[in-house]
């Protein structure tokens, strides 16, 4: 009888459990896969020019685009309901000799997205030479 | 033949070990762990936007909601604290603006001109690309 404990505990020990291993390995997978991102952040620069004053003290006019809370633009004076409209007159009006840059201002209470919508069609037909305001009072 | 038998009912677990390790680590250094966005915010589109390159800078983040409510490292702020807060930086700084993409303009104008107040240079929008139509 006790020859057989004898026998059955040295059996128990001469293998490791690896059974709690498993699971805390499996724990630590299953964190890393639901917690990591591999999704890498875009951003849209904002940054400043170097020269920003020099443009503004250029004697060269500013065109002026206005974007409306109604959705509307205004652009030198003239109204356009829709983007589409609006692409086509810039393209028209804008003129590297005759205008220095293009400033966009907004309505109070215009979204965000509207005003990078705006600059990223202005961006699109090739103006580089944006700068924007405020809601001008 | 009894030993035959023995190893037959234990089912080997090593190469199941090796492979959970191996994901394991590829999940660990591959992966950046998420922080969690309790906050909402809807990241404007646009079709200009550019992957976040890592760069040396130490970056700020600085988290805007629609409702006009700033939020800087987790806490909620107002423009007083964010201009004496910056007053003591330099350009070496980056800035990230987490805003909403329903936030007013003027709203977002105003925490630009602090920033450009203090001679931030380096100033983003986290945004969502969108393709060109």
Redesign the interface.
Known sequence: MENKIKKNQRTVKKKVN?IP??DI??L??IF??L????N?????????P?KLTESNSDSNVVLYLKIQKNGYFMLDGSTFKNEKELKKNMLMKWDKKKYSSLLIT?E??????????T??MV??IGISEVS????LE | MKRSRKFKRDLN?IP??NI??L??IF??L?????KKNNFNVER?????????KNEDFKTFIILIKSSNKIFFEDKEVDYEFLKSKFENYNDEYKI??E????????N???I??IL?KNKF?????????ID?N
Do not use: H
Not at chain 1, 40 to 48: G, K, L, V, Y
Not at chain 2, 30 to 34: E, F, L, P
Not at chain 2, 121 to 129: A, G, I, P
């Open positions: 690896i291993l498993i390995i499996f630590l997978l890393f896969m917690a990591t991102n591999f890498q952040n875009q951003n849209i620069d904002f940054s400043t170097e907004t109070k209470d215009v979204i965000l997205q509207n005003l990078i919508t600059m990223d961006k699109s924007f305001s405020g809601p | 677990l199941m070990i959970i390790f994901l394991l999940f660990m591959t992966g950046v762990v998420q404007p589109q646009s079709i200009n936007s550019k992957i976040e990230v603006l805003v909403d993409k329903n936030l007013p303009v003027q977002f104008t105003e630009l001109s450009k240079n380096k100033v983003f929008v986290r945004s969502v690309k060109d």
